[in-house]
C-alpha cells in the first residue's frame, strides 16, 4: 500500500480542532555566517512496506545556492537556482529520496550511504551573504506504532487481490488506539540500523492519517485528513462525518522521534 503521509512540510498543524505547534531543531553558525531558520535531516521507515528515505527540509532568507556535506565533508547536495529565478531566489526547500524496498536497498547498506553525525548545510543569499547551520543525523529509528481499531489489532494485509487481505471489520463510531512508543526499533535488520538491544526514546509527536476513496458524478477521488498529536495522546477517534464517505478506510499511524526520524505502519479497516 502506498504511503499517505502527507510530506512533513511545516511548523504547525490543525486538525480535529487540535492545534500544534513544532518547535525549531537548534541550528548554529559561526559569527560571520547566517543560519537557517530551520536545518532538518532526517529518515522515513515505513514498517509496512519495509522501506526507508532519507529526508530534508530547510527555510531561510532568500538564496540561489545551497549544498549539503556530510560528517566525511562529502557533498550529498548542491542546488544552484539559475536564470530568472535565480533573481528571486528560494527560501524553502523539501525532499525526500527514493525509497527502494529493503530486498533491493538493505538497511544496513541504506544508512551507511548516510553515515550518523553532524551535517554542514550551507547556502549563499542572493545578495551574497553565506547561509550555514548545522543538523545531527542519528540511525536511531522509533518502534513501529500497533494500532487498534475499536480495539481490534490492526490488518496486516490490505491489498484486496493479495489472497491474505484482513481488513478490519467494525463498525462507528471509530477509535484509532496504540501502546506509546518508547524503545527504537527492535529488529536490526528491519529498520533498526544495528542498534541492538532497543534503546529509549523520545517521541516528538504522533500522526494519524486516514484516506478513502469517495466517488462523485462517476469520478472517484481521495478524500484525507490527517491530525498531528503531541506525545501523550495515543488515540483519535475519526468524525463521523468522515465516516459517512465510505465504507473502506486506510489509515497510517507514524511515531516522530525527537530528532526527527519517523517509523510508520499503514493498515484498513471496514465500517459496515
Given at each position: 500500500m502506498k504511503s499517505v503521509i502527507p510530506k512533513f512540510?511545516?511548523?504547525?498543524?490543525?486538525?480535529?480542532?487540535?492545534?500544534?505547534?513544532?518547535?525549531?531543531?537548534?541550528?548554529?553558525?559561526?559569527?560571520?555566517?547566517?543560519?537557517?531558520?530551520?536545518?532538518?535531516?532526517f529518515f522515513e521507515l515505513n514498517n509496512t512496506d519495509g522501506d526507508l528515505g532519507i529526508h530534508a527540509l530547510i527555510d531561510g532568507d532568500a538564496w540561489k545556492k545551497l549544498a549539503i556535506e556530510d560528517p566525511n565533508e562529502r557533498e550529498i547536495l548542491n542546488v544552484r537556482v539559475g536564470g530568472r529565478?535565480?533573481?528571486?531566489?528560494?527560501?524553502?526547500?523539501?525532499?525526500?529520496?527514493?525509497?527502494?524496498?529493503?530486498?533491493?536497498?538493505?538497511?544496513?547498506?541504506?544508512?551507511?550511504?548516510?553515515?550518523?553525525?553532524?551535517?554542514?548545510?550551507e547556502g549563499r543569499t542572493l545578495?551574497?551573504?553565506?547561509?550555514?547551520?548545522?543538523?545531527?543525523?542519528?540511525?536511531?529509528?522509533?518502534?513501529p506504532p500497533a494500532p487498534y481499531v475499536n480495539g481490534l489489532p490492526m490488518a496486516q494485509q490490505c491489498d484486496e487481490e493479495d489472497p491474505g487481505y484482513d481488513a478490519t471489520v467494525t463498525s462507528a463510531?471509530?477509535?484509532?488506539?496504540?501502546?506509546?512508543?518508547?524503545?527504537?526499533?527492535?529488529?536490526?535488520?528491519?529498520?533498526?540500523a544495528g542498534v541492538q538491544p532497543p534503546v529509549d526514546v523520545i517521541i516528538h509527536n504522533y500522526e494519524v492519517v486516514l484516506e478513502v476513496a469517495v466517488d462523485v458524478n462517476g469520478e472517484e477521488f481521495n478524500s484525507k485528513i490527517n491530525v498531528i498529536l503531541p506525545p501523550g495522546e495515543t488515540?483519535?477517534?475519526?468524525?463521523?462525518?468522515?465516516?459517512?464517505?465510505?465504507?473502506?478506510?486506510?489509515?497510517?499511524?507514524l511515531a516522530?522521534?525527537?530528532?526527527?526520524?519517523?517509523?510508520?505502519?499503514?493498515?484498513?479497516?471496514?465500517?459496515?
Open positions: 512540510t511545516g511548523v504547525s498543524l490543525a486538525v480535529f480542532g487540535l492545534a500544534l505547534t513544532i518547535p525549531v531543531l537548534d541550528v548554529w553558525a559561526d559569527d560571520d555566517e547566517l543560519p537557517f531558520s530551520e536545518a532538518h535531516l529565478l535565480q533573481r528571486q531566489g528560494l527560501t524553502e526547500i523539501f525532499f525526500e529520496s527514493a525509497e527502494p524496498p529493503f530486498d533491493e536497498l538493505s538497511p544496513q547498506r541504506f544508512f551507511r550511504r548516510f553515515p550518523a553525525g553532524t551535517y554542514e548545510i545578495d551574497g551573504k553565506e547561509l550555514e547551520s548545522k543538523a545531527q543525523l542519528t540511525h536511531v529509528m522509533p518502534a463510531p471509530v477509535t484509532i488506539s496504540w501502546d506509546p512508543v518508547m524503545k527504537s526499533h527492535p529488529d536490526p535488520n528491519g529498520g533498526g488515540s483519535i477517534t475519526i468524525p463521523d462525518g468522515f465516516l459517512g464517505q465510505g465504507e473502506e478506510f486506510k489509515y497510517e499511524v516522530r522521534e525527537a530528532s526527527y526520524n519517523q517509523t510508520a505502519v499503514e493498515s484498513c479497516f471496514i465500517v459496515q
